[in-house]
């Protein structure tokens, strides 16, 4: 164990190279460059190889390549060049090859511009690809966490044979604090049988993603499903603060539940009961957990650095028997705790 | 001083200071001044990187496009309205990266583009990563222990794969750009030109002093532009010590637009669909 003062890119590159990191491919964009020049340094030293690849889409199918010989691979980008991977996310997930892929997220529809967002919600969570599946994905909300779920995802991505997606954003990726590197367990990634390699007499190996007869492709897309399923009943992740006797729980991930703790402090200084639910695995998502604060809580308030994306999420787990305001701030400029204090206030009539 | 101020912007260009793109920014409004444009009967369309940010600085028709992707849409718009002066720039990160490929087959269209490539063999606006005409063993913040692969050759790719006029021009010799561009434009077909543009910020190695001694003009060394083999051994030659710029190859060939029956004779955009009538068409499928 190792206490550090760390960039949130840096803990991200570092978790990787923990976790057993053997192959990175990538391109530059920013705000997310710190993770491949970090990556394009001390790779190396560790016996794993880094290439800046021509494209986003050289380096997603580089990760298909370099995952099918069973090593753990990554790749970075920020939304447009995460756009360029869909193609090979979705090959990734119908091969069933495991990877993890770090959007840093900037701002869209197109190029957009590089400051903070969570535009990317949807794309993330609903499979920005073709076809029927679901990845994982992780959305921290510090340094710290910009660790412990890099190893998560390595983790599940090897356990499920996924790909695995971290939704970080540019607050929490080049902020410094307090980092406690964890050195995981298990840097050994897992037997892969099914990978490429050199075992002699081996039968014939064939990674793909097609299925033409019969009903192969119905079967395995109902073995992807249930896939999912697994992951929902054991990798849901999410974080309670001042819940229990809140009279308006804040509903955010990422850099806003960041802020919103704030808010909450400020909140219940001024007599106002606020509390945090956040949504660590935005896929899977902690359904029952937030449902089950119904029991106690009537008011809700979903905030997002986008115009309500995750609002569809939370209306459909909540439903119509309670009160659900959303405040969307689609702009570069992180709302400060104060910012949501007021529109807390003005949209529950305080 | 050319008169060249009506396709200034509001904008001062946020380039740094020394920037090879203000001498490219220089010569394109000089060449659209001496071409006697008006501000729209040009459309420039920009990749992304210090290139793009051009679109802000000069006063055209602008589509600020996506990585890479600059000849597709520059494409669209010449086969939309072939009326138009249609110039494409973009830096050698994206044009010559993700946008190979539309290079290449942009080339074996020949459609009339002009197409600037701003060659700094660096990514600039992320800060300095290795680009694919960075040399080999160029040390970089993405390979701190140099560059493996060889670079890319836009030149000799071009002339290999069909471009009608292939070119190199050097921001450090502004009214030869300029000529240049000229040249490039009232050119029937795909018109490269890759320019040598120093990033004194983030790849000082290939900045002015690097070019100024080394470069020389390829009609002073009496080539003959329609010599292919000539043209490409001086592509090749990318070890000397000298470094040619100007028109390394220029042939003439029908266009992708005048082979196309559609648009030989007016552009799409004049084309009145209001009164089209398929009822010949539907009797002809009647009657077989």
Not at chain 2, 21 to 27: D, E, V
Request: neutral net charge.
């Amino acid at each position: 164990m190792n206490k550090l003062f760390s960039r949130g890119s840096d803990a991200l590159a570092m978790a990787a190279i923990d976790s057993g990191l053997k192959f990175y491919a990538g391109y530059p964009i920013t705000p997310q460059n710190d993770i491949p020049e970090f990556l394009s340094r001390e790779l190396p030293k560790v016996g794993g190889t880094f290439v800046q690849a021509e494209s986003e889409v050289a380096s997603i199918n580089m990760l298909l390549g370099a995952s099918s010989c069973g090593f753990r691979v990554m790749t970075s980008s920020s939304s447009p060049g995460i756009s360029l991977m869909q193609e090979g996310i979705s090959y990734l997930a119908g091969s069933e090859l495991p990877a993890v892929i770090v959007n840093v997220s900037r701002w869209g529809p197109g190029l957009g511009g590089i400051g903070a967002s969570q535009g990317d919600y949807h794309q993330a969570t609903k499979g920005g690809g073709h076809g029927d599946y679901f990845i994982p994905v992780f959305a921290p909300y510090s340094v710290q966490e910009m660790y412990d779920l890099t190893v998560k995802a390595f983790d599940v991505a090897d356990k499920y044979r996924t790909p695995a997606l971290i939704l970080a954003d540019v607050m929490i990726s080049l902020m410094r604090e307090t980092l406690i590197r964890r050195y995981p367990e298990g840097i050994k990634p897992p037997e892969k049988s099914w990978a490429f390699g050199e075992r002699k007499g081996e039968r014939q190996k064939i990674i793909k993603s097609l299925y033409l007869k019969g009903n192969e492709l119905e079967v395995h897309n109902w073995k992807l499903h249930k896939k999912f399923e697994e992951m929902k009943k054991n990798e849901i992740l999410f974080d309670k603060y001042l819940c229990d006797d809140a009279d308006i729980i804040i509903v955010a991930f990422g850099m806003v539940a960041r802020v919103a703790r704030s808010t909450i402090e400020l909140a219940r200084e001024n007599g106002l009961k606020l509390g945090l639910f956040r949504p660590i695995s935005l896929v899977p998502y902690p359904e029952e957990e937030l449902f089950s604060l119904t029991k106690t809580c009537k008011n809700f308030f979903v905030i997002e650095m986008n115009t309500g994306q995750m609002l569809y999420d939370v209306m459909r787990i909540l439903g119509r028997n309670v009160n659900i305001r959303f405040y969307g701030k689609p702009s570069s400029y992180v709302p400060t705790p104060d910012d949501l204090f007021n529109k807390a206030k003005e949209l529950f009539n305080i | 001083m050319k008169d060249n101020q009506k396709f200034n912007t509001y904008q001062t260009p946020s380039w740094c200071p020394g920037c090879g793109n203000f001498g490219i920014w220089y010569a394109l409004k000089s060449a659209y001044t001496e071409l006697g444009f008006d501000n729209n009967d040009v459309c420039m369309v920009f990749g992304i990187g210090c290139s793009g940010n051009l679109s802000n600085f000069i006063k055209v028709y602008g589509f600020h496009s996506i990585h890479g992707r600059t000849l597709p849409v520059a494409s669209g718009i010449k086969l939309a309205n072939h009326k138009l002066n249609v110039v494409a720039t973009s830096g050698d990160g994206d044009g010559l990266g993700i946008g190979l490929g539309h290079f290449i087959h942009t080339c074996r269209r020949n459609i009339d583009i002009t197409y600037i490539i701003h060659d700094n063999r660096v990514y600039g606006l992320t800060t300095g990563q290795t680009s694919p005409t960075s040399p080999q063993g160029f040390q970089s913040k993405s390979t701190p222990f140099g560059v493996i692969e060889q670079p890319i050759n836009p030149l000799a790719l071009a002339i290999i794969q069909g471009a009608t006029f292939v070119a190199r021009g050097y921001s450090g010799e502004i009214d030869h750009l300029t000529s240049l561009i000229i040249q490039a434009i009232k050119h029937k077909g795909f018109a490269v030109i890759d320019v040598l543009q120093p990033c004194v910020t983030f790849n000082p190695n290939f900045s002015y002093p690097f070019y100024n001694p080394r470069v020389f003009k390829l009609e002073d060394a009496g080539h003959n532009p329609e010599d292919f083999n000539n043209a490409l051994k001086y592509a090749l030659d990318v070890n000397n010590d000298k470094i040619p710029i100007g028109i390394f190859y220029k042939i003439s060939k029908p266009t992708y637009e005048e082979s196309s029956e559609e648009l030989r004779d007016k552009p799409l955009s004049e084309y009145d669909i209001s009164d089209i009538s398929i009822s010949e068409l539907i009797e002809e499928i009647r009657e077989s």
